[in-house]
């Protein structure tokens, strides 16, 4: 039913400057694998194998990761260095991949339409790479969104709740409860101030999209910070129908910051010994 996901990486990570001057930050590694194949793996489970990336400059580390590099791959043949290779092998013969160019950053909701070209007239995923998310107990962020959208048929967000004083950083929405882990969307504002936050129930980087967005996107003003908002998007689209926001389970961390890209890197690699150790 879905099969489409949509990364949009075109921007400059400039809170892990000067590391991300040359390198994209989605290729910033946590333990030994970079962020946007955790991203892309998640896409994976969700059963997301046809995948898109709204592009930008300086960002051909991203196409190279998930293609061949012949000389390496030549070198470490037959030698135990080969089976590290192992997990984007897997990857890239599961998936199909498509890239476009974001050419000047206009917000999110600009880096979205972008890749209109690249999904059609389909539901999609939307994943933001610098938001890792894990679950010990079962099935990652999109898979529980995509088992949602299947029930509801709608634009459905991932959310979670954040301090008061964080409202700032994010997208916040407000609306109707269904059950303890769903909310029907009735409002929504970009980055509020504390004062202004109609919840404290932040939007995450995880989003399962009707294709209407693309015409709302559009119709979209540009909106906080001069930018074309995905947040204004999808509260019309809230309006004019159906939004859910999901509480999802399980954790996510911030790899847009250096707090939480070691919180991360510490989580990741604390698993890795833990399941060596059995």
């Known amino acids: 039913m879905i099969s489409k996901c949509l990364f949009p990486v075109a921007g400059y990570g400039t809170r892990f400057l000067p590391a991300t001057k040359s390198m994209p930050k989605e290729m910033l590694p946590i333990v030994d694998k970079p962020l946007i194949q955790y991203a892309v793996e998640e896409a994976m489970e969700a059963g997301l194998t046809d995948l898109g990336f709204v592009n930008g400059r300086n960002k051909r580390a991203i196409p190279d990761h998930f293609d061949i590099n012949y000389e390496l791959?030549?070198?470490?043949a037959g030698s135990g260095k080969e089976e590290k290779l192992s997990s984007i092998r897997d990857v890239m013969a599961a998936c199909t991949f498509s890239y476009t160019r974001q050419n000047q950053m206009l917000g999110l909701g600009h880096a979205i339409a972008c890749?209109?070209?690249l999904i059609g007239d389909q539901p999609f995923g939307v994943i933001l790479a610098d938001d890792l998310c894990t679950n010990d107990e079962g099935a990652l962020v999109m898979a529980q969104l995509v088992n949602l959208y299947k029930q509801f048929r709608c634009t459905i967000l991932a959310v979670q709740e954040v301090p008061a004083e964080e409202t700032e950083k994010y997208g916040v929405i407000a609306g109707e409860a269904l059950d303890d882990h769903l909310i029907r969307v009735t409002d929504m504002v970009e980055k509020p101030a504390p004062a202004d936050a109609p919840s404290n129930l932040a939007v995450i980087g995880r989003y399962v999209l009707t294709p209407d967005i693309f015409d709302i996107i559009d119709e979209t003003e540009p909106g906080k910070n001069g930018e074309v908002q995905l947040t204004d998007a999808i509260l019309t689209q809230a309006r004019k129908g159906c939004v859910i926001a999901c509480k999802f389970k399980g954790n996510r961390f911030d790899c847009g910051s250096i707090e939480g890209f070691v919180e991360a890197t510490n989580?990741?690699?604390?698993?890795?010994l833990e399941q060596q150790a059995r």
Do not use: F, M
């Open 73 to 76: 791959e030549a070198e470490i």
């Open 115 to 117: 890749g209109k070209t």
């Open 267 to 272: 989580r990741i690699y604390q698993k890795r």
